[in-house]
């Protein structure tokens, strides 16, 4: 029998009530040193990824956001008891400094996506040169493309920093990420202090007005999915940033 | 039976639920790992990275519990 | 939103967005890399594996076209290697399209989520 484990957390001693969790086995409270893991009995080797699946786990997780803040364990993590125990003693510094990071805080997520200009179309239709070969048209192109994407690499950056700047003083902790193919995607996630979770939305509403160009997405509260890593220490320990 | 199969055949992945989207891209590309017992799929991409960077840091947790096991 | 005890931090969180469509098309994107990651039987292995190689070798090949590209523009190229240059890249792309073929792969499978350091492509 494993333990489907779903989050860790600190300063809760037992939970508000039943909850059902992955199969609808009952979430448990397993207080292990100082911490507390919720985790449920699951039967069997892997763990399907249907819709029920994620939501339970969300909705899980979800269920202590009340009265602290959770690091989420990754969807599908199943261990046995000793395998969870030997995890948290040997991690123990790097998990107290990772919820301390997100102690109060929830996550919220603002992904941005813009469209494809018209400049891109326009430059395609530049004519070629009739003596030109094969293989200098080719990277004539290339070079139209490479300069494309060097324009939305600026583009996302400019985004990014007005982004951060919009919310600055509000966020813990940003992690952003950006795909920029045909259109611009941005992804970002943000830390945010709890009291400051009003003031926040405020921000967001009229940054969005600001940009009418720009399409928008915000999502939230969530526990910070976004922040739960132990890279943190994989950063320190080998110089990688 | 495997696992992504069953958001991805069929009608149930032709839903354009944006709850369910947003939801997946919370649950499944984040969260803390325990070192090589995330049992999601296998023999593919994703796994690879995983199981590399659970290894650097599993090396870390291994020393430490080897010097425990021997203290006891 | 509002915090209240109607509205607290536990309930489902609020997604708010004028253009669904778009954002569903995008997260669609992201979580449509999963689909290699489906069955337990060897021609998936196979197919992991090549997408491996696949992404590996796009990778370098995009990083010669922007190098490539880089020497025509510091003008130390003469237009003949102008021309084998270009002709080069362009069979090692049209290689690399027939290779994705044979193994059933299209442009968003060849890529790889490097974590911290982020997407390879």
Do not use: C
């Given at each position: 029998m494993k333990l489907y484990v779903y989050c860790l957390l600190e300063?809760?001693?037992?939970?508000n009530g039943p909850v059902r969790g992955i199969s609808g086995a009952p979430v448990r409270l397993q207080a292990l040193e100082n911490l507390g893991v919720l985790v449920s009995d699951f039967d069997a080797d892997a763990v399907p990824v249907t819709r029920e699946n994620a939501m339970t786990h969300a909705a899980v997780v979800r269920s202590v956001l009340d009265r602290t803040t959770p690091l989420p364990f990754r969807f599908g993590t199943l261990v046995t008891e000793q395998q969870l125990r030997s995890y948290i003693s040997a991690r123990k510094p790097a998990l107290e400094t990772n919820l301390a990071l997100v102690r109060g805080c929830v996550e919220m997520s603002m992904k941005i996506i813009w469209p494809v200009s018209k400049e891109a179309s326009k430059e395609r239709e530049e004519s070629t040169e009739p003596d030109q070969g094969a293989g200098a048209t080719f990277l004539a192109a290339k070079r139209r493309e490479i300069l494309g994407s060097e324009l939305r690499s600026a583009q996302a950056n400019e985004i990014s920093t007005w982004l951060h700047e919009s919310i600055s003083?509000?966020?813990r902790d940003e992690k952003v990420t950006i795909q920029s193919s045909e259109r611009l995607f941005l992804a970002a996630a943000h830390l945010v202090e709890r009291p400051n979770l009003q003031r926040y939305r405020e921000k967001m509403s009229a940054a969005r007005e600001a940009r009418p160009e720009l399409h928008f997405l915000l999502s939230g509260p969530w526990p910070p999915y976004s922040f739960a890593n132990i890279e943190l220490e994989f950063k320190t320990q080998f110089g990688v940033s | 039976m495997s696992d992504f199969d069953q958001i991805l055949v069929g009608e149930e992945w032709e839903e354009t639920d944006l709850s369910l989207l947003e939801t997946l891209d919370h649950v499944l590309n984040r969260g803390l790992v325990i070192a090589?017992?995330?049992?999601?799929?296998?023999?593919?991409i994703d796994l690879i990275f995983l199981g590399l960077n659970v290894l650097v840091s599993s090396v870390e947790t291994a020393h430490e519990v080897l010097r425990k096991r021997q203290s006891e | 939103m509002k915090l209240s005890p109607e509205n607290p931090l536990s309930a489902e969180p609020e997604i708010e967005t004028s253009h669904v469509e778009e954002f569903v098309e995008q997260l669609r994107c992201v979580t449509d890399?999963?689909?290699?990651?489906?069955?337990?039987?060897a021609q998936s292995v196979e197919q992991g594996l090549a997408k491996l190689v696949l992404t590996l070798i796009e990778f370098i090949r995009r990083l010669l076209e922007k190098q490539a590209v880089r020497r025509m523009e510091g003008g130390d190229l003469s237009p003949e290697q102008i021309e084998e240059l270009g002709l080069a890249l362009m069979r090692l792309e049209g290689k690399l399209q027939e290779l994705k073929t044979q193994f059933g792969l299209e442009d968003e499978d060849l890529n790889l989520d490097l974590g911290p350091i982020g997407r390879l492509i």
């Open positions: 300063g809760i001693d037992e939970m003083g509000l966020t | 090589g017992e995330i049992t999601i799929s296998v023999a593919d | 890399t999963l689909p290699s990651r489906i069955n337990i039987d």
